[in-house]
């Protein structure tokens, strides 16, 4: 079968020949129209991710969209090297039914975005109706998407912060908070929205702009009682690339901040997973939740690879 194929960490991968797959127990052969180029992808390429596939040549991806043998429109998840998403086959380790009115492309630029969003808000957080949700870095994929999905988990309010606001104000938050501002007015603000009510943050970017919240939580002496009963839940999902931040005693100390972590490490069961991306593919069917995307054949993965880590948007890889 044609497949993209990565035959030395840090080369571009290509679009070659490679053997059939053969699912193993468990596992579901999809026949494949379409994959996503993900970050996680392209950390493995370049041989810089935690969890890299042990033998070389591999095929690229992990997530993508297709058919089973009955015909049932799937999207599904391949993590069993040397094989992956991106190629004609795949052997599946679960697969999620399509709606009729998802389409393919979009399906596969939105879920691997959206578990990012739904992820942190609803297994490490775990949001209650009614709550006020903080998003720090809601201008990128993930962010703008946790805007929305902390809407549809049940959040009472919902804060946006990130750098352009202006292009937030369609996402249907309460209040945006522009990243750009000084830090010491980024603070004061922060401070002022601190003093309203902050149940939940879900940060995306890590460094200055959390350091900031921080200081702002500890400084502030007039948060409402309510929010005593489970402190302030931070969730941060910024990946290893993010830096570092200087964390006092002082801000976990002196706080009711809960800071904590969404990985791989803590991720929920597999059972877990597939029901959150059937919420996430019913919400797209019944809600305007999606993600701009750029299309391009299998066939043009070396042109289109490297473009792939330098835009805002996720490129779908198809085999029409």
């Not at 879900?202 to 200081?215: H, Q, S």
């Not at 910024?238 to 901040?257: E, F, H, I, K, Q």
Request: hydrophobic share 50%.
């Amino acid at each position: 079968m044609k497949a993209v194929v990565q035959h030395q960490f840090g080369e571009t991968p290509c679009f070659t020949t490679f053997d059939d797959p053969y699912p193993s127990d468990g596992e579901t052969l999809v026949q494949v129209r379409a994959a996503v180029i993900c970050p996680a992808d392209l950390a493995i390429a370049k041989g810089l991710h935690p969890r890299l596939p042990t033998q070389l040549p591999f095929i690229c991806g992990r997530d993508g969209v297709g058919r089973l043998a009955d015909g049932q429109r799937v999207y599904f998840r391949a993590s069993r090297a040397p094989y992956g998403a991106m190629a004609e086959y795949a052997p599946a380790e679960w697969v999620a039914p399509l709606p009729d009115d998802v389409g393919w492309a979009a399906a596969a630029a939105l879920v691997g975005p959206a578990l990012a969003a739904w992820l942190p808000l609803a297994t490490r957080a775990d949001v209650e109706p009614g709550e006020t949700v903080l998003v720090l870095g809601a201008s990128g994929i993930a962010g703008r998407l946790a805007v929305q999905a902390a809407r549809l988990q049940g959040a009472g309010r919902v804060i946006a912060a990130g750098h352009l606001p202006e292009q937030l104000s369609t996402l249907g938050a309460d209040a945006l908070i522009d990243l750009a501002l000084p830090p010491s007015i980024l603070q004061y603000t922060f401070a002022s929205f601190a003093e309203q009510g902050i149940d939940v943050v879900i940060d995306f970017v890590w460094g200055e702009a959390l350091e900031l919240l921080l200081a702002a939580l500890v400084q502030c002496d007039g948060m409402p009682m309510s929010m005593f009963d489970r402190g302030v839940r931070i969730v941060t999902t910024a990946n290893r690339g993010a830096g570092s931040m200087m964390l006092p005693p002082a801000a976990l100390r002196d706080s009711r901040v809960q800071l904590m972590g969404c990985g791989p490490a803590n991720h929920p069961p597999l059972g877990y997973m597939k029901t959150l991306v059937d919420d996430i593919l019913a919400c797209a069917s019944d809600s305007d939740l999606g993600t701009e995307f750029e299309l391009a054949q299998m066939s043009a993965v070396a042109d289109v690879w490297r473009r792939a880590g330098e835009q805002a948007t996720r490129v779908v890889l198809t085999l029409d």
